[in-house]
């Protein structure tokens, strides 16, 4: 929809086919790109599937709109279009307050929940009523303006403040300890730069990975060790549900109206969140490699695949496993992925940009604390293992075959390359050289959280011009009031000044 609202401010008229199953979200994607009365030809989900048959079956589908679309591109606008009413943004619209009134606490409590879900506030789970006193409690946990504005939030655009975001806070049962965090995530979504209409919006199922990092997340009773990524820890999962709950109510997503994710997503209500197991780790936090301070306290966002995001490489109580075999199977699954995503650049059916990543592909690696302390005895911190990992993730240019070397040509011709990262690419195409198959060795992340025992894996996501242009972020945590850690930056202004 994005595409064809663009041909039409170029003065190129366009009519968008939709599958009738998408045709609540090609509506709301026609507003939120600023043209809400963009014309639209629907095809029956009945009709839809004869599109993958042979000529034979599609024909008479084609023959039986073709007239329409040919009336939609030539027929004059209405005045309807030629003058659309534009919806409101961000849901500024709504009542400062709501009341609920019942004849006794249970009722109330439950009319307010089936009345949220049923204005789509919610996420189908119970919440905690945001009532005025609540919100009070909650903003005490930051010194943060409650009218701050992070900025907007997609598919709406709705307007990220620190009051909204406490509100969600609220509803999704966490402390005001917390809070400090839920913003500074927030704060990451929100960026312009940040990639989350993709992520909040697109079939492919993705989901978020949020790793707080430093002295906070201990502090507030994160848990990092074995069953991180489980039930039963409220901080963890109460602040990813909270980011959940921000993302619904202000950036305004909902399955099969614009989260078109054709399976819903995985852990849905939290995301995934944990903390870095600082306590048992060799090494720095995963912050200090991306320009922060050991101490300093911050959470990094990441998209990551939905489904089969989830590689393991061993670990556990069980089989037996050496850091060096760990090693070779991260590498081993790097081989084999990033080749096959590598040269699909400029191929048939993909373009510009690799279809399934590639060298953009960005991986999350997830080191229980006994392997990296074993890499740690091997020699390797976080950034000379990253270097070796990358080293070994390539592929004898002797090896390549004519259309791979074509590829990677192309995907240089095309800027798909970045300028920094064309004379590796070029040395590498000759023979007796080694072509890498990842972009950079900042396509990888590692980050050290379970127990012992534990259990390595990783997560992966690839950047898709034009939905992003980060694919990654983090973020320090400031602003805190209740804690030691996150107390750094941010204003101490009054609520209701």
């Known amino acids: 929809m994005a595409g064809t609202v663009k041909l039409e401010k170029l003065g190129i008229p366009g009519v968008f086919m939709v599958c009738n199953t998408f045709a609540d979200d090609a509506r709301s994607a026609a507003a939120d790109n600023g043209m809400p009365t ?7 989900s009945a009709e839809f599937y004869k599109l993958r048959g042979d000529v034979k079956t599609i024909r008479p589908l084609v023959e039986g709109i073709f007239d329409a679309l040919t009336n939609a591109l030539t027929s004059p606008l209405t005045p ?74 997609n598919p709406k655009h709705g307007i990220a403040t620190i009051e909204k975001i406490a509100i969600n806070a609220v509803m999704a049962g966490a402390k005001p300890q917390y809070l400090p965090v839920i913003i500074a995530a927030m704060e990451a979504l929100a960026d312009e730069t940040f990639d989350d209409l993709h992520i909040l919006a697109s079939a492919g199922s993705f989901n978020l990975l949020l790793v707080v990092s430093g002295p906070i997340a201990e502090e507030i009773g994160m848990e990092a060790g074995i069953g991180f990524m489980g039930h039963g820890w409220r901080a963890n999962n109460t602040i990813g549900r909270a980011i959940r709950l921000s993302t619904l109510n202000i950036g305004h997503t909902w399955p099969g109206i614009n989260d078109m994710a054709l399976t819903g997503r995985l852990s849905p209500h939290t995301f995934y969140t944990f903390s870095e197991n600082t306590e048992l780790s060799p090494w720095k936090p995963y912050h200090a490699s991306r320009g922060f301070r050991a101490d300093d306290s911050c959470v990094t966002v990441a998209p990551i695949h939905g489904e089969s995001q989830l590689q393991h ?81 390539s592929v004898p240019y002797d090896e390549l075959n004519p259309a791979e070397k074509k590829s990677i040509q192309t995907a240089m011709e095309l800027g798909v390359v970045p300028a920094e990262r064309k004379p590796v690419f070029q040395a590498a195409l000759k023979p007796g050289a080694m072509v890498p198959l990842l972009m950079s060795p900042e396509n990888l992340h590692l980050f050290v959280a379970g127990g012992v025992p534990g259990c390595a894996f990783s997560f992966n996501y690839y950047r898709i011009p034009p939905y992003n242009q980060t694919a990654l972020m983090t973020r320090l945590i400031t602003g805190a009031t209740l804690t030691k850690a996150g107390a750094t930056g941010g204003k101490n202004v009054p609520y209701g000044a």
């Open 313 to 393: 490489f061993y670990g556990g109580m069980i089989g037996t496993w050496t850091a060096q075999g760990v090693l070779d199977r991260i590498v081993e699954d790097l081989l084999r992925g990033s080749r096959r995503g590598l040269f699909m650049w400029g191929t048939k059916g993909v373009g510009k940009y690799p279809g399934s990543g590639g060298g953009s592909m960005n991986h999350m690696i997830i080191l229980f604390p006994e392997l990296a302390l074993e890499f740690k005895k091997m020699g390797y911190d976080q950034k000379s293992l990253q270097d070796e990992i990358y080293k070994r993730v």
């Open 38 to 44: 963009v014309r639209r030809r629907e095809i029956s």
């Open 80 to 153: 309807e279009e030629a003058k659309p009413v534009q919806d409101k943004k961000g849901g500024d619209d709504l009542p400062a307050e709501i009341a609920v009134k019942a004849e006794s606490y249970r009722v109330a409590l439950e009319e307010f929940n089936q009345l949220y879900l049923d204005k789509r506030w919610g996420d189908g789970l119970p919440l905690i009523p945001p009532t005025p006193d609540a919100l009070k409690w909650m903003l005490s946990g930051t010194s943060r303006n409650p009218y701050e504005v992070l900025g907007t939030i």
